[in-house]
């Protein structure tokens, strides 16, 4: 069988932290994957109801595209964090589609097995670690989700605690840890001065530009900073990590034929 491997990625490639963290995960795919046919595509964020008719257009035409291309075996691997909404959402809208291939695979998304948790622990405080100092409180903030995979944030909260890193934190845009619990956890720590947020997602979209570093009064910068912190972030996606991008590479290679 002619065997295509096919990227998924959330939000678009006209914001520069999608894009940045998009062409990292295909540059790293395409490196260990050489021999097999690489294809991308964006996906809307959002599981809105007006969203659903371009999101099932998208993955049809990139579909029959690959068909029309000669395989027969396809492997999708999205490059979401975890076992979310947008991530089951997926699932359902290929569905139909399956038939359309001998073998059909949806690989798993980053947060999956103990071993991806730990790889990722690892990577971010590698990351991080040039802002491991006394005075300083690092935030990963995530999305945050409504279904059970909301329990991977306080997960990987003890996995930083588990390494040493008690100046780490895990907060969330929605459900907890908010803003408001991490400036409580924050202030229970007199000697923090400064705080560096980080976005806890595959890429920096625009949720990172106006929910966690936005100008807006609702922003995890504004809120920190009228609490008497000293803020900066990163733009960058969990995405740009090599260790991250090597997740998804393993769970390529773990579906295929």
């Given amino acids: 069988m002619q065997t295509a491997i096919w990227i998924v990625s959330i939000g678009n490639g006209r914001s520069c932290g999608c894009k940045a963290a998009a062409d990292s995960i295909k540059a790293a795919v395409a490196e260990q994957f050489s021999a097999y ?14 969203g659903k008719e371009q999101k099932t257009d998208t993955i049809c035409n990139m579909l029959e595209q690959i068909q029309q291309d000669g395989f ?10 975890m076992h979310g909404l947008e991530y089951w959402y997926l699932s359902d809208q290929l569905a139909p589609y399956r038939k359309m291939f001998e073998r059909f695979a949806l690989g798993e998304p980053l947060l999956t097995s103990e071993d991806d948790f730990t790889a990722v622990t690892k990577a971010m405080i590698r990351r991080m670690t040039c802002y491991d100092e ?20 306080m997960k990987m909260q003890n996995k930083l605690s588990e390494a040493g ?28 001065q ?32 009228q609490a008497g912190y000293e803020v900066s972030c990163i733009y960058e996606g969990l995405g740009q990590l090599k260790e991250v991008q090597n997740i998804f590479a393993a769970h390529i290679k773990a579906v295929l034929p």
């Fill in 37 to 50: 046919r690489l294809y991308h595509t964006y996906v809307s964020c959002g599981i809105q109801r007006e």
């Fill in 72 to 81: 027969d075996s396809l492997i999708v691997q999205p490059t979401y964090l």
């Fill in 134 to 153: 006394p005075h300083t409180a690092v935030c990963f903030v995530g999305h945050g989700t409504t279904n059970d995979s909301h329990q991977i944030y």
């Fill in 165 to 192: 890193c008690s100046n780490f934190y895990i907060g969330t845009m929605k459900g907890e840890p908010s803003v408001k619990c991490m400036v409580k956890q924050l202030k229970e720590i007199d000697s923090y």
């Fill in 194 to 225: 400064k705080v560096v947020l980080y976005p806890f997602m595959t890429a920096a979209g625009s949720h990172v530009y106006q929910d966690i570093a936005g100008d807006g009064t609702s922003s995890w910068k504004y809120v920190l900073e």
